[in-house]
């Protein structure tokens, strides 16, 4: 029996071989060292961890991508893939021991298809440059968030994102024709193609969308496009009461039908927000509404989608389920009312740093959610600060909450108290960020024991090692 002396030695000298290995794949552009490691690589976004990476990746190309898999797979090495850093549940900044593989140098759209209503795209181009280039050819790629000048669409494919259209298109995974994906060992799924119908068996896709990295590495996808719409209106409406948002809701969708692209909520807490620490936010209507609606239709016919949107308006005001109205008629005040809705997730800036939750629940227990959400945080905490919003039209609500300097720490009595919540009322514990690290701990409030039991399977299959993104979701 030979006993080796130094253990400790010979795993560091394996180490050693792998990182030089990785550098040798992607080239002296393609990685980053522990010295040179910017700190966007590596801090949370919700600043819950600051750990840099053992190596920063950075591959050109999905043949390196399938490479570094193979070299990790083969050393049990686990790998952080990360798009944009814009998530909100602790998905991509990199734990003790990980690789971080950055999409940041793959951002090619390759190929815009006016015939097919495609978009060929790599995985790290940002969404707002999808958008312009979606634009440029009388086409529209309806996803659209927030961050859309810095996530990335590989992100969006991940987290399977929301965002502010989707009433009407429908989630990012609504919005995929084909993809491309490295598993966990470097296999790579060619799935690209073209075809809206393509009813092959499994729609393997759908494995990596939404999976945060857990299942596969996205690396190109083919996104569906659609007709650029050439009227766009918008209108912030102040609302007495919930019962009022849920059937103007049902007006706006009656009478707009297909036209209505979006139905965004502000609560008049996060309106107050708004006011008081945007500064590049001008509210248009005086606060003291208990909420305010903002709904954008957008059409093909300029003069008829106008007669539409402000029949629809009217007919609302003579049934008494609006009050006051601010119409955005011009490209300059359309802009001027989203860029208010958008404030809502920027009030941290004057506030400091605040507790977010992304939610979903039926529409009927919106008005009861939002009160008792708030009676039990307040029944903790009586000076704590809280907003609600959030994509209406899709059951979505987003939560803001500070109740104190030590909110950062206090986080799992906040997490608590608001999943509770969700629960007893058959709601979802993300609508639209993911799980990641900050919410595994409440996955079996929205998911069966067997479903998640089914998801473990697929992990398990696919990525037997455990190396793609470890820890997250589970």
């Not at 996803?143 to 989630?171: K, P, Q």
């Not at 707009?256 to 209507?285: C, K, M």
């Not at 009312?337 to 992304?358: C, I, K, N, P």
């Not at 629960?423 to 690290?437: K, Y």
Request: glycine fraction near 10%; charge should be negative; aromatic fraction near 6%.
């Amino acid at each position: 029996m030979t006993i080796n002396p130094h253990p400790d030695n010979q795993a560091s000298n394996s180490q050693e071989m792998l990182l030089e290995q990785l550098k040798a794949v992607v080239g002296p552009a393609g990685y980053r060292t522990v010295e040179d490691i910017d700190e966007r690589s590596y801090k949370d976004p919700m600043g819950a961890r600051a750990e840099k990476p053992v190596l920063l990746l950075r591959p050109a190309s999905t043949e390196e991508v399938s490479s570094i898999m193979r070299l990790c797979h083969a050393a049990d090495q686990p790998v952080a893939p990360q798009g944009g850093m814009t998530g909100l549940v602790s998905a991509a900044a990199p734990l003790t021991g990980e690789i971080a593989l950055s999409f940041e140098r793959m951002r090619a759209i390759e190929d815009v298809d006016r015939f097919s209503s495609t978009m060929t795209v790599q995985s790290g181009v940002p969404l707002q440059a999808i958008q312009e280039a979606a634009e440029e050819q009388g086409l529209l790629f309806p996803l659209d968030l927030g961050a859309r000048g810095s996530c990335t669409i590989g992100g969006n494919l991940s987290t399977n994102a929301g965002g502010n259209r989707v009433i009407r298109y429908g989630m990012t995974r609504d919005l995929v024709v084909g993809l491309e994906a490295v598993l966990a060992d470097g296999t790579i799924i060619n799935g690209l193609h073209k075809l809206r119908k393509n009813n092959t068996g499994y729609d393997l896709k759908q494995l990596f969308i939404g999976s945060e990295g857990t299942l596969g590495l996205i690396t190109r996808a083919v996104l569906k496009l659609s007709p650029k719409p050439s009227s766009q209106r918008v209108a912030m409406c102040a609302v007495d009461n919930f019962d009022k948002v849920a059937e103007l809701l049902v007006t706006m969708q009656t009478e707009l039908g297909g036209n209505l692209s979006a139905f965004e909520v502000i609560w008049q807490n996060t309106y107050q927000l708004v006011d008081r620490h945007v500064p590049h936010a001008t509210v248009p209507l005086p606060d003291s509404s208990a909420f305010y609606v903002l709904i954008e239709s957008m059409g093909s016919d300029e003069e008829s989608d106008q007669e539409l949107f402000l029949n629809a308006l009217s007919h609302a005001s003579e049934n008494g389920l609006i009050g006051d109205v601010v119409i955005g008629d011009s490209a300059v005040k359309i802009k001027s009312l989203w860029t208010v809705r958008d404030a809502a997730a920027e009030v941290h800036s004057g506030v400091g740093y605040m507790q977010t939750f992304d939610v979903s629940l039926a529409i009927s227990e919106m008005a009861y959610f939002g009160e008792e959400v708030e009676r039990r945080l307040r029944a903790e905490w009586p000076d704590a600060i809280l907003g609600l919003f959030g994509h209406i039209g899709d059951g979505n609500v987003h939560i803001i909450v500070r109740v104190g300097p030590e909110t950062r720490k206090l986080h799992q009595q906040i997490d608590a108290i608001v999943y509770g919540l969700i629960q007893e009322i058959g709601g979802s514990v993300s609508a639209e960020h993911g799980i990641g690290l900050m919410k595994k701990d409440y996955l079996s409030y929205s998911k069966s024991e067997q479903e998640i039991n089914l998801m473990r399977l697929l992990k398990q299959s696919m990525d037997p090692k455990g190396i793609l993104n470890p820890g997250r979701v589970f």
